[in-house]
């Protein structure tokens, strides 16, 4: 044993009582034959901490094991610095909690789980970070819009240089063309100037960002830290090395041409708020037929939204952006009747104020739905509705403008499909992808989009992230949003970016693996261009050249494994993770003989909820088959099949997979991991079958981490299932 | 909820009648409704109105003055003031009701019997200054017509004679309040003050 291992067993919280310590200390010093192996009884108060620190410096440990609680906890006391690899033995959670204390299979389950650590420590290696050459922290903002504006003034207040590119010949984007905003400050009642002039003034005057009108993005390769971009101006084309990307292209209004049962396009009276700011800013709110002064004025909300046969969703601001313009009707003519017709008013939070205020200024809200719009012989209106509070057919007369609140389209997409069709109505509106950031990767040349096409990941946990490491979605290009919660989102963003930048040119790995310094390397030697790692890699690290050859990009790489989990040669691998190595784990587990009639589970669960999960169950002391060993995964989907295989073939009578929920609205934190694992276990399987064994012996569970209370009865009824199918026949091989 | 008087044909929304409201006394508090219906949940007299406080509302924003005016919703409240601890908008939904009753009286809308009483009730206090039973009674028969004093009677009757029993319904006027030469002048005063007010 070349490596210097320490072991350490801490006897606290009730281990010391449940346990025969000796016996434990036996298995590492004398079967492991570790040469370091010590106790004690409070091994994460100060005392214990420091016995290991001085161990370390007299006795030159390079690992160390700690037999104590979860790995989840405390390990801001057992971090000994970059040089020591700790490995830890989760004996408190998982074996004094959840089992009885002085038992013959507790104590099994600890020395099983006591070797495991050991193997794992022998085999973990010191990550070396990546580093390539001229790694840069600069950002680029890609969209010079209120979002966009709003990322590069933070970035740069924070001392980053930020590059701002913009389509359009000036800045300012949908915000820069409105007449007033919604009010956003106490007493939330009166119109404010937008920001946008404010903006515009500080990110003209930093000397941090420079901006490119008139400029779109012809090409970006490479990853985090290592992005070449080439920016494309009058068909001229320059590159420039940036660090991390703020994409905050925003959104646009919902085809009105596609609202004909609105009137829209018919009538020359019918307009869409966009029309109506564009008015207002000009200073006269006319009738657009033949200039004549607006008297009687309808707003029609939801216009094209909420609707399966144009937009499905809520665009979440187009109420309150429909009560500021019907201000600005009654600014100017407060004698005007002024009618609002809504499916529902949402107004959130404080804009609940301004709703008030709008009411009390005599504007009136009619809950209903618009049946048809005809105009007279003078070009006046008329605007027929259900009532739906009142339960009738009603009318309002004389109109001399009707203005129509459309939803928002992320400006990633556009709807192919035509309004009316069979697609539509079934509610899946196909989405056509804009160009935009012209991606070099393999998967594709923009961001892949959640439902509607907006781009995102992971939209329960974490908001911020894209499934481009490095790429930060803002804005209502993200999710149709107002603009306090744009100039937030865009702010967020823009520390997600910094974020990136920081803890890429140090090696280490971005959300959610954060400060992982391993990556996955590959035995290229080895490899038969089967593309499995470039095609099943969440998050497109993985290039690939003519000859199908994958082509890492370690900084773009988030730590899942599920490379390392597909491909069938087992080529790739990680410092600190591979899977040679949970190949030993596994070999390490001391199989009881087959009359002993103890079966044993090996249980692969995914570190970001299952683990967890496990863990909760012993921090509520629930009680669960003592046949289990759990071993952690970075996710499911790098469970590699020949982990099956080695259970089997080692005796084991089943193994359970752990994973995260999947579908449309999947929790695992690298999108698709779990769902891999079902797939390819469903491809082994037939296998199981044809080798005489039975494929129930495998089987896969979605768990959450509020699901804790489920965990004893998943792993009790999965017992039952092995206690009745039988040992393993390879038992003993 | 009886709907009998809802004008036949298509409704026309027009705002004159709702800016008349408004100008009430606590009218413009009306703007603020938002159409929930806690009111209606609220309202221990609700079954037995034509209109839910909520829908009355909405009548007058819609414009249908009749409608609302002739409804006895306003004429049932009790002003047990549950709709307007309850309202979330703050609405002081019974003091809307006492103006939209003034209202109804002052352009003669209505000809309920519940009127009639809060009229002949009135009338009684404002001369003597104090309340007596048999003053009201003999304003709301004159009130509700002669001839209909038979029906009066036969519908009064065992309330009548229950009060009487119990000494519930004095025969004789009671004296008159202190001071109510100066009560007078007080409600000749508030009299002119809503008149001018209401210009």
């Known amino acids: 044993m070349a490596k210097k291992i320490g072991v350490y067993i801490c006897t606290g919280c009730s281990i010391g009582e449940a346990l025969d310590i000796p016996a434990l200390s036996n298995v590492a010093t004398k079967e492991k034959k570790v040469p370091l192996c010590k106790e004690n009884p409070f091994l994460c108060g100060r005392q214990g901490a420091e016995m290991i620190k001085l161990d370390i ?98 970035a740069a207040l924070a001392g980053y240089q930020v590059v701002l590119v913009e389509k359009e010949s000036s800045l300012g984007g949908f915000v ?35 901006v490119h009108t008139g400029t779109t993005i012809a090409k970006i390769a490479g990853g985090p830290c290592l992005y070449d971009v080439t920016l494309q101006k009058d068909g001229q084309e320059s590159s420039l090395r940036i660090g991390s990307i703020v994409m905050a292209t925003g959104a646009r209004p919902y085809d009105a041409a596609k609202l004909g049962h609105l009137g829209y396009g018919r009538y020359a009276n019918v307009i869409t708020g966009t029309a109506l700011e564009d008015m207002a800013r000009e200073g006269k709110i006319l009738r657009p037929a033949d200039g004549k002064a607006v008297q009687n004025a309808v707003f029609v909300l939801c216009a094209g939204s909420r609707d399966p046969e144009h937009l499905p969703y809520c665009s979440s601001s187009c109420c309150v952006e429909s009560l500021k313009q019907a201000l600005y009707v009654k600014e100017r003519s407060p004698e005007a009747n002024v009618y609002v017709i809504f499916k529902d008013v949402r107004t959130l939070g404080r804009y609940e104020e301004f709703y008030k205020k709008v009411q009390s200024e005599g504007v009136i809200f009619i809950k209903g739905e618009v049946t048809g719009i005809s105009e007279d012989g003078s070009k006046n209106l008329s605007v027929e509705f259900a009532d739906l509070l009142l339960g009738e057919a009603a009318s309002a007369e004389e109109v001399d403008l009707v203005v129509l609140a459309t939803g928002m389209v992320s400006n990633t997409v556009d709807y192919g499909a035509e309004s009316g069709t069979e697609e539509c109505a079934a509610g899946n509106v196909p989405t056509v992808q804009q160009p935009m950031l012209n991606l070099a990767y393999r998967q594709g040349p923009e961001l892949p989009s959640l439902v509607y096409g907006f781009p995102d990941s992971h939209f329960i946990c974490f908001p911020y992230e894209t499934r481009r490491t490095g790429i930060y979605a803002a804005g209502s290009v993200r999710a149709p949003m107002d603009l306090v919660s744009s100039m937030e989102d865009a702010t967020g963003a823009a520390l997600k970016a910094i974020q990136c930048v920081e803890l890429t040119s140090r090696g280490a790995a971005v959300h959610p693996r954060v400060g992982d310094m391993s990556y996955p390397e590959f035995a290229m030697q080895r490899c038969t261009q089967c593309k499995r790692c470039t095609e099943e890699c969440p998050f497109g690290a993985i290039n690939e050249d003519e000859k199908a050859n994958p082509l890492p990009n370690p900084t773009r790489c988030r730590r899942c494994g599920v490379c390392m989990g597909a491909c069938p040669e087992r080529i790739i691998s990680f410092k600190n993770y591979s899977v040679p190595m949970i190949g030993n ?71 359970l997979l752990l994973g995260c929920k999947h579908g449309d609205d999947y929790q695992c934190h690298f999108i698709k991991g779990s769902e891999l694992a079902e797939t390819r276990l469903s491809k082994v399987s037939e296998t199981l079958n044809r080798l005489q064994l039975e494929s129930d012996r495998v089987r896969m569970v979605q768990l959450s981490i509020m699901d804790y209370d489920k965990v004893p009865g998943i792993l009790d009824d999965f017992a039952e299932k092995l206690v009745e199918i039988g040992p393993n026949p390879y038992k003993g091989f | 909820m009886a709907d009998a008087n809802a004008s036949p044909g298509r409704l026309k929304y027009d705002a004159g009648f709702a800016r008349e409201v408004y100008g009430l006394e606590n009218g413009s508090y009306l703007k603020q409704c938002m159409q929930c219906g806690v009111c209606a949940v609220s309202c221990a007299t609700f079954k037995i109105m034509d209109y ?114 119990h000494g519930r319904l004095p025969l004789l006027p009671p004296k008159a309040p202190k001071g109510k030469k100066q009560l007078m002048q007080m409600v000749k005063r508030a009299q002119e003050l809503e008149q001018k007010g209401a210009k």
């Not at chain 1, 009010?183 to 404010?192: A, F």
């Not at chain 2, 009749?66 to 703050?90: D, H, I, V």
């Open chain 2, 52 to 165: 839910s406080p909520r829908r009355l509302f909405a009548l007058i924003r819609a414009g249908r003055k009749e409608q609302a005016m002739k409804s006895n919703t306003m004429w049932m409240c009790t002003s047990c003031l549950m709709c307007k601890a309850r309202c979330p908008r703050g609405i002081p939904i019974i003091d809307v009701m006492h103006d939209l009753k003034g209202l109804a009286l002052k352009q003669g809308y209505v000809n309920y019997p519940q009127a009639a009483l809060y009229e002949a009730f009135w009338k009684d206090l404002a001369c003597r200054g104090k309340v007596f039973t048999g003053g009201v009674i003999k304003n709301y028969v004159l009130k509700r017509g002669l001839n209909n004093l038979p029906k009066i009677i036969g519908q009064q009757k065992d309330v009548g004679l229950k009060m009487l029993s």
């Open chain 1, 585 to 655: 784990m596994i070999k390490a587990i001391e199989v009881p003989e087959e009359d002993e009639e103890k079966p044993r589970i090996v249980v692969f669960a995914c570190e970001n909820d299952a683990y967890p999960a496990l863990d909760m169950a012993g921090l509520n002391h629930l009680g669960y088959n003592a046949w289990v060993r759990v071993i952690s995964v970075r996710c499911l989907g790098s469970m590699n099949l020949v982990w099956v295989a080695d259970s089997l073939s080692k005796g084991i009578d089943g193994i």
């Open chain 1, 57 to 154: 410096a007299a006795e030159g440990l390079e690992t160390v094991v700690i037999a104590a609680c979860s790995p989840r906890i405390n390990y801001d006391v057992f971090d000994f610095g970059p040089s020591t690899i700790v490995e830890r033995v989760n004996l408190r959670e998982q074996v004094v909690w959840t089992h009885p204390a002085d038992d013959e299979d507790t104590q099994a389950m600890a020395e099983d789980y006591l070797r495991m650590g050991i193997t794992k420590a022998n085999q973990s290696e010191l990550p070396v970070p990546y580093q390539a050459e001229n790694m840069v922290k600069s950002i680029l903002v890609v969209g010079g819009g209120l979002a966009g504006l709003t990322a590069a003034r933070e």
């Open chain 1, 176 to 210: 820069g063309r409105m007449y007033k905003s919604a009010p956003s400050r106490p007493p939330y009642t009166e119109l404010e100037e937008t920001p946008m002039a404010q903006l515009l003034a500080e990110v003209a005057v930093s000397p941090l960002i420079e």
